[in-house]
């Protein structure tokens, strides 16, 4: 299952955005500070980060400087998740690569499209391939046909299988 960290200091909306990537098909891994981010990042090896802008400690911005700086976190895409205009942000972050942004508070729909925008979509692995019809027999020309060939006469009847009554 692929992983999102998630990074925000609202326990509430750390339990939201939780219970809203296990509907979409993720798993969330919680930061609570500033501090576990990087730890948790290098442990987990999420696919994406969810971060909120504004915090006291350390912002959503300090946090994109620091996962930017390491090398395996260069071009990681980044979801900022703020009440902070979206204009505000982007003039912070001067068109950083792989950089999304959604409101809070939360919707779904915009959270499933920024994931997408940025990473693709969630992609399940079958169970089990899909079943293929099944294929026509279609004789070689001049072999005789199994079926009896309709001959233009109208099934008034109901009794012939090789007219189909459209009414």
């Known amino acids: 299952m692929d992983k999102i960290l998630v990074y925000d ?33 290098e442990q987990h090896r999420p696919r994406l980060f969810v971060l909120d802008y504004k915090l006291p400690e350390a912002d959503g911005f300090e946090i994109l400087k620091r996962l930017r700086a390491a090398p395996a976190f260069a071009l990681a895409p980044v979801i900022f998740a703020s009440v902070t205009p979206k204009f505000e942000i982007e003039m912070t972050i001067l068109d950083a690569p792989a950089v999304g942004y959604i409101d809070k508070p939360l919707d779904v729909k915009q959270l499933k499209g920024a994931i997408e925008a940025l990473i693709g979509p969630l992609v399940k692995a079958a169970a089990a391939p899909a079943a293929q019809p099944p294929m026509m027999d279609i004789p070689p020309p001049g072999a005789p046909l199994s079926a009896p060939v309709f001959n233009g006469e109208p099934d008034l009847d109901g009794v012939r299988d090789d007219v189909i009554d459209l009414d």
């Open 9 to 41: 200091a609202d326990p509430r909306f750390r339990e939201v955005m939780k219970g809203a990537l296990a509907s979409l098909g993720y798993e969330a891994v919680i930061a609570a500070d500033g501090y576990t981010v990087l730890p948790l990042a």
